[in-house]
Structure formats: structure tokens, C-alpha cells
């Protein structure tokens, strides 16, 4: 309801103001006319006059009667025209200057007519009004205008007949009865009537404007090749004047002429040496075409490009034909290349030429040498060579082919055939020609020894070509100038490496003391009879054997050295040095001689102690042994060759350790002059104690008569004794911590801990396990066999058909060391007010050896309490549950009555304004 009041509301006051405003100017147009007197209808009226165009000033216009005697002279100023009072009370209008139509202003200029209009307002408080209409009359006082000076366009030679071309219009500024009235079409040139036979003038009247629209028609088909262009006016016709508009027509030459060659082919001879760059030919071709369609260019054609233009170019815009690439060894030779001459139009055409051409052999290349060496013969540095021993007789002569000789000759024909000659060394080679005529092979006519010679050899050879097959000129080859060639070829027997260095001497030999110093001994020397890298000798020593750790010799001079001092006591009295002399050849080839070395023997050598690579000696000796008895022995030995006797001796650390131990000085056996106690050794000696072990020196002396080098005569050596433990005490219950009287409840369950049995063994080594004895009660308890815990072997409380309470029970517990045992009595008291109510946590089955975990016991009420108060929680959880999702039920509800006691007020407030609007229409 609240829109439509808006609306009806919005529409009523645009009308009210719509109203007011048509209104408002009704008011102001009839207060402007009743400043007027309406009561003369004549006011309304219109006077019209005229005047020609070009008229001087001061003209008589025209003449007003007296009625307009009392006019608003304010009107004449600053006008075209003035008004003036005469005596008899007219009004004369007139002209202040000369007025030209066509400068008419544009506020006057309507329909092609200059209408001046001018207010006139007269009478009694000038209460008249009347408008006065001046109209400038045209005369024909301008010509017919061209925009263009003159004209120039194109027709294609191909133009259909029939084809318009509109021209420019002339412009008259005059009316149009003294405008342009007609157009016609001139020749410029009155002898030449081919213009007009060719082009025709068409015009056509446009709508709206009536004005005249020439065209410039084709009657006849043009041609460029006959005539390029015409030249004709146009003539615009007026009333009294002329213009004339020059027009100049080009025909437009289109690709109608292919380019032509005079001839279909040419032949063309040119010399094979002839230069690269130069001219040798020059193609012409014509088109009659004009422009870019009468311009040619030439090409060779695809296929051509492919065979034989390789070697020339052609200018594509002057035909010249150009050689770019020898003709060298060409000679003989017959091609041909087609050559395509097109034109540059737009749809290019083009013609095709054989261009044939023979290149003219001519005897211009000399024959050249050459050599390929074959077999073993090789080649180095430009000189060939020839292995010694090379073509034995048994090889058949197959191997004596040192290789291939060919002359080659780049002409053709008989310039090209050539022949090669040998000219010196003929006793030791010889050329064989083969069927092809520039081929031969080169031979030795026996081998050579290139240590017995000769060694070198210069071969000169000469070849020359126009060579026939008696190697005679005949008149037949007017032509035919030889030419030749001479070249030499370096060949040298090349050194096989056929001989073996050969030493001096068989063998060598030399004697020193052992332990000499480091120094050359000898020197060895080898001959090879070779030459080069073949006789070079390289000395070594066969490095399989032991001598080549301790010798070394000069690869070069073959001096002999030791590398370090010689030791008699490691090599031997005689050491062989195997020589090897081998020299650089391929295959390499050696021979081997010996060197041998006596050594005598001197006393280097101090006595050494046999510990099997240990620095010391460790002995062991059972506690309680008694005085006198066995350790060990001391073994050690001289190196030295004569092997000197042994004494030995010893020497302690510490004052009054003589009486522990001593050594024999012959045998080396270490005696024990003490009985020890394992258990009493650390706290009786403290050198023990502090060392683990007793410790002292053996000193090993030789006796000889040699006096020592490089050492006193004796060695020495730690020797240590450790006193081994025995299994000599039983062990000992320790009372203090064992607890031989327990009480346990009566219901203690399988696995309960009852007491454990503590015990100790004063041997090191011992190892104590513990036991039950069999008895009456010994099945119902268990104990641990390594840690000695006491537990109860069954559930106790299931056994009270056989067990009393408050009753002791008696174990026997044996503790044993492996070798000794000791019992130990435990009593087990059941008692009658102790009870657990439940078993362990932590129920076990069995207690195997060595079980020292602790048990976790948790009463059976604790139990039965945790279940109860888990179980009364689950009770208010279920019950929390059943009363959300209740909840939620009964507000699901409630809101869906909400949402339909809403929907059913919302449709009766639609429905009562519908039944309660007649009876508000009725009341009105």
C-alpha cells in the first residue's frame, strides 16, 4: 500500500509542475503580442523587393507609402541597405554598397536564393510591425570551375569495353539557371580522332540537386604496345561562360608478353683454363612488355643446378654467364643447362634455352709421382724404408714388393697417358708395369743386410705424358707437347732388431764381509750389434729374484750397487744376482748372465729370545705350587753363523725379589723359590698388587770369542708371572643379610618371594649355585638357581588341606661352588592372620633361573572397587545420552509448531486485507 501512495503521489506533482510551465509561457507569448496593436491585420503582412546582384550603391530599391513615415530609423544602421524620408513623407529604400549574391550571408541564403529580411516597425510608439524582404537576382557573372588543374588516371590495357571512369565536376557559384548546364568531350589534338575513338562521354543527372555527372566510357579495346596514353578535355557549358579541364589517360601495360630468346639453343666451346670469375658467355632475351612485366632476369633452371651449374653463375639482369669453379681436369667433357629467361610481373611468364657447352681439353697438368709403400716397407718423415732380411728367396718373391709407384696425369686423352722410367740403382731395383698403364710396381732384386750395407739409396724417377705405346710422336698428334716430371725417393734399409746383446762375461764374482755399505760393486757391460733404439742396452736385475731388494744397477752404465747392507744372517753366505741386458727393439731381445757374491760372516749379532713376535714373556704358575717347582723357559738363540753358546742371568725391579723366582744360566728354566696363595698375593707383595703379575728381566749372553760390532753381546727381555687361582675354599654364608626365620601369609600365591639365601666364595673363579634338598615341604617351595631367591612354588592357599598355619616348615638350601657345598636350614612360618585377598598382578607360571623382577601385589577389594566404579560410570553416561537426545527431541518439536503457528498468521494477514477492502470501497 505504502508503494502505490509513493507512486500515485510522484505522478501528481509532475503533472502540477508540467502544467505550470505551459502556463507560465502562454502568459509571456501573449504579453509580447499585446505590446503590439492587433488591430491592424495588415501588420502581418510581408513586403518584398529586389535588387541585382552587382548593382552600384545608392540604388532605388523601392518606394513605401506615407503610412510608414514614422519608422525606427535605428534599423538603417550598420546595414546593407537605408531608409530616408522624401518630402512627400514616403520611405525610399536603398542600397549602402554594390552586393554580390555569391558573398550573400548565410543567415539570408536559403533554396539557392540570397533573401535579405529586415524588421520595420512604425507607427504610434512604433507599435507596427511588418518585414521587408530584399532579394539579391543572380546574373551570370562567374564561370564554370574545375577543382584540378587538370586530370590524369589510368586504364589497365585490359580494361573491359563498357568500363566508366567518373570525372570532376565543375562548381558555378551562380544560380542554377546561369550554372553548368552541359558537359562535352574534346580532343586536344584536332588531327588525332583515335582519342575520341576510343573513349566516349557519358553524364548522368543526379537526384536531389538535378546536377549533370559526366563519365569517360571505354568503346574500344586498348593496347599498350600501340599506343601508352590519350589526352582530351572536358568542357563544362554555361549560360555565357566555359571551362575546360584537361584530362590525360595512361594506359596501364599489363604481363601479356612472355620474354623471348632468339634461338632455342647455343653452343659454346670453352678451354679447360679458362679463370675463374671470367665471361664466357652472355644470354639475351627480349619482352615487348613495359615496367617490371618487360624487365627479364634468367636463371638456371632446377634440374640444371643439380647437374653441371656448379661451376657457373648467370647475372640474373644481364644474362652474363660466369665461371665460379675450375674446369681443371674438365677437359673432354659435354654438358648442357637450361636456361629460363622471366619476366618481373605479377604473374610472371617465361621462356626456356638449351645452353650447350663443351670444355676444351688442353695438355696443361705435368704427371705427378707418387709412392705407396706396400708390405713391410713404411714410410717416416718422407723417406721410405726398407726392413733388412726383407725377400728371402723361400718367400717365393711375393715379398719383395716394396709397393706401388703411380703416375697420375689430370688431362684427358693423350695428354693423359703417361710413362715413368728408373734412372739410377737399377742393380738393386726395378719397376714392373702392370695393365694399367700408370700403375708400377717397385721390387728389390735380392735383401739387405743393414749391418753388412749399403744403407741409403736416392731413387731419381721420370715421368712424362702424350706417351703412345711405342713412345713415339707421330704427325698424328700435332698438339701434343710432353711434359714431364723428375722426383726422387729417399729409401734406407731400416735395422731389424736381428741381433741379442751379448755380455762381456759369462758370469762375475765377487767376496766381501756381511754388512757392507752402501756402494757400487761392479760393473757388467753388454754389446748389440744393432743400430738405434735396436743396439740400445738397458741393464736390470730379474726382479723374481730376492737379490732385488738389496741390489740395484744403472739401467744405462750397468753398475752394479747394494741398496742396503748385506746380512749374511738373511741371504745366505752366497747370494746369485741374475743380470738381464735387454735392448730397445720390437720384439725386445735380452740375455742374462750372473753375478754372484760371497759373504763372510762377522758378530753383528746380539742373541734373541724366541716370543713368537712378542715383547715380553708371560708365565703362569698355579697358586700353592710348592718352592721349586716349574714356570717356564727362556729359549734364545745367536744368528750369527757360528751360533754361539747361550747364558742366561736375570735382574729384578724391585730390592728382595731374588728369592722369588731365578733362572737357570744353561737351560733357561724359570724355578718359583716361594709357595704363593692367590687370595694372599695382592695384600702380601705389593709390587703384585701394584702390577697384577710379578715381573723381572732375563739377560741372554753369548760366549764367544768373536768380539761384538754394532752391540753389547747380550739381549734382554721382560718376563711376567701371574699366579693362577684354584678352587681351593668352599663357600660362606653371608648371616647378616640372609634370613633364615619368614613369616609369608597363608594364601601367598605362585610365585611369592620368601627370603633369598646370600653367599659368597673367596676363590676368584668360582661360580655358586643354589639348591633345595629334598623334604616333606621341599615340592611347595622353589628357589632361584643363580640369585638364590626362595619363592613359593604353588599357590599356597590351595594347599591348606596339607599345609598348617602357624606352623614352621624347614628347608635345606645347599650352596655350591662347582666343587664345594655347604647346606644352610631356612624356616617357613605360614601364618594364620596374614592374607593377601587376591594374587599378583603379575601372575607367573613358572620362575625360571635367575628371575629377580619384583612382583606388584594388588588386593582383590581394590579390584572389585575399580569395577564397581567403572560400572556405575557407564550407567551415567548412558543415561546423560538418553536425556540430550530426549532434549533435543521435544526442542525439534517445539520449534516445528513455532514455524507452522508463523506460516498461519503470515497467511491469515494476507487474507484479511483481501476480505476487509469492500467493505472500505462501501464506506466511501
Known sequence: MTFKFTAGFTTNISKVRFDFCYNLLL???????????????????????????????????????????????????????????????????????????????????????????????????????????????????????????????????????????????????????????DYELREVNTEDLDSLGKFELDKWIRQGDEAIMPRLVLKEALDFELTQNYSLELVAIGAKHQSVLP?????????????????????????????????????????????????????????????????????????????????????????????????????????????????????????????????????????????????YEEDGGRNKVLGIFTVEDEDKGLFGQTRLYLLENEEYFELMETKNSKTYLFKQKFSFDHEEGPNSFELSLLAHDCATSNDVMTSSMPNCSRLETRK??????????????????HGYEDYYTEEIPTKDLRQVKAVDLDSGLNGEIIYSINSKSKASNYFQIDPKTGWIKTVVPLDLEVLGSNIEVSIMANDKGTPSRHSVTTYLVHLSDINDNPPRFD???????????????????????????????????????????????????????????????????????????????????????????EKTNSPPIGHEGSSEIEVKVVIQDVNDNPPEIVLEKTENNVVIPWDAYKGYSITKIFATDRDNSSVLNYEIAENSVGHRFAIDFESGEVYAKHDLGLLTETLERDQDYPITVHVSDGVHKIPVQVHIRLSANWTLFNHSMVAREDRSPGFSGIITQVPRVAIYMTALIVFIVLVLIIVWAFLIMKFRGSSHRRMRREKKGKQIAMDINLAVPSLAQPHANGAH
Not at 544602421?77 to 512627400?88: A, M, Q
Not at 554580390?100 to 533573401?115: H, S, T
Not at 580494361?159 to 551562380?174: I, N, Y
Not at 726422387?488 to 762375461?505: H, M
Open 27 to 181: 502568459l509571456t507569448y501573449f504579453c509580447v503580442l499585446n505590446s503590439f496593436d492587433l488591430s491592424d491585420a495588415s501588420s502581418l503582412d510581408t513586403i518584398r523587393l529586389s535588387i541585382d546582384e552587382n548593382s552600384p550603391a545608392d540604388v532605388l530599391i523601392g518606394t513605401l507609402s506615407s503610412q510608414y513615415a514614422d519608422f525606427d530609423e535605428s534599423i538603417s544602421k550598420d546595414n546593407d541597405f537605408y531608409f530616408t524620408k522624401t518630402s512627400y513623407d514616403e520611405v525610399e529604400i536603398r542600397n549602402t554598397r554594390t552586393l554580390d549574391r555569391e558573398k550573400c550571408p548565410p543567415e539570408f541564403f536559403n533554396d539557392n536564393q540570397c533573401i535579405y529580411k529586415i524588421p520595420l516597425i512604425y507607427g504610434k510608439n512604433y507599435g507596427n510591425y511588418k518585414t521587408i524582404e530584399i532579394t539579391i537576382n543572380d546574373q551570370d557573372d562567374n564561370e564554370p570551375k574545375f577543382d584540378k588543374s587538370r586530370i590524369e588516371f589510368s586504364f589497365p590495357e585490359n580494361t573491359v569495353v563498357g568500363s566508366a571512369q567518373p570525372l570532376d565536376q565543375a562548381f558555378d557559384l551562380d544560380s542554377p539557371e546561369n550554372g553548368v548546364l
Open 611 to 701: 716370543t713368537k713376535n712378542s715383547q715380553y714373556y708371560e708365565l703362569q704358575l698355579l697358586e700353592n705350587q710348592p718352592p721349586g717347582s716349574w714356570v717356564g723357559n727362556i729359549k734364545a738363540m745367536d744368528p750369527d753363523s757360528d751360533r754361539a753358546p747361550i747364558e742366561f742371568s736375570y735382574r729384578t725391579l724391585y730390592p728382595g725379589e731374588q728369592t722369588y723366582f731365578k733362572i737357570d744360566r744353561n737351560s733357561g728354566r724359570v724355578i718359583s723359590m716361594k709357595q704363593f696363595d692367590f687370595e694372599t698375593v695382592k695384600s702380601e707383595f705389593p709390587e703384585y698388587r701394584e702390577q697384577g703379575c710379578f715381573r723381572f728381566f732375563a739377560i741372554a749372553t
Open 488 to 505: 726422387s725417393f729417399k729409401f734406407e734399409i731400416a735395422d731389424e732388431n736381428d741381433n741379442w746383446p751379448r755380455f762381456e762375461q
Open 247 to 391: 584530362i590525360t589517360i595512361l594506359v596501364q601495360d599489363i604481363n601479356d608478353n612472355a620474354p623471348e630468346f632468339g634461338q632455342s639453343f647455343i653452343q659454346v666451346l670453352i678451354p679447360e683454363d679458362t679463370k675463374v670469375g671470367d665471361i664466357v658467355s652472355i644470354i639475351v632475351a627480349n619482352d615487348i612488355d613495359s615496367g617490371e612485366n618487360g624487365r627479364v632476369q634468367f636463371m638456371f633452371s632446377g634440374e640444371s643446378i643439380q647437374e653441371s651449374t656448379g661451376y657457373f653463375e648467370i647475372d640474373k639482369e644481364s644474362g652474363e654467364i660466369r665461371l665460379i669453379e675450375s674446369l681443371v681436369n674438365k677437359g673432354g667433357t659435354k654438358h648442357s643447362i637450361s636456361i629460363i629467361a622471366r619476366d618481373c610481373g605479377e604473374k610472371p611468364l617465361q621462356d626456356v634455352m638449351t645452353w650447350n657447352f663443351e670444355i676444351e681439353d688442353i695438355n696443361d697438368f705435368t704427371p705427378q709421382i707418387k709412392f705407396r709403400p706396400m708390405g713391410a716397407c713404411y714410410e717416416n718423415n718422407s723417406t721410405y724404408y726398407i726392413p733388412e732380411n726383407y725377400g
